[in-house]
Nanobody, 125 residues
Framework: QVQLVESGGGLVQPGGSLRLSCAASGSIFKVNAMAWYRQAPGKLRESVATITSRGNSVYADSVKGRFTISRDNAKNTWYLQMNSLKPEDTAVYYC???????????????????WGKGTLVTVSS
């Protein structure tokens, strides 16, 4: 089994910054793609940023130029640096990882998706 644990959420003023972390542990051979999603009150969960195993990243239009996703493969950890935060960034942020549990999964490219429980980010003055 695999556990993803987010940290770094909290209350920040508009224009401020936060850095979220997601640490994966458990039965992990290799983490494939890593991602961050968010869900604001009354809205559907949406993709915020994704980073592939090769380090290529994709961002939602709403966060381009303000958020940066990065990863530390040695630690099975990924991050979301959030700058110039806006009230509309307020949401529960979830990390998602596509993970190869064993070498045979890596060979077959059959990764499984895992989710963290979420961390609340509130942007308010």
């Amino acid at each position: 089994q695999v556990q993803l644990v987010e940290s770094g959420g909290g209350l920040v003023q508009p224009g401020g910054s936060l850095r979220l972390s997601c640490a994966a542990s458990g039965s992990i051979f290799k983490v494939n793609a890593m991602a961050w999603y968010r869900q604001a009150p009354g809205k559907l969960r949406e993709s915020v940023a994704t980073i592939t195993s090769r380090g290529n990243s994709v961002y939602a239009d709403s966060v381009k130029g303000r958020f940066t996703i990065s990863r530390d493969n040695a630690k099975n950890t990924w991050y979301l640096q959030m700058n110039s935060l806006k009230p509309e960034d307020t949401a529960v942020y979830y990390c998602n990882g596509n993970i190869f549990n064993f070498y045979r999964d890596y060979e077959r490219r059959t990764g499984m998706d895992y989710w963290g429980k979420g961390t609340l980010v509130t942007v308010s003055s």
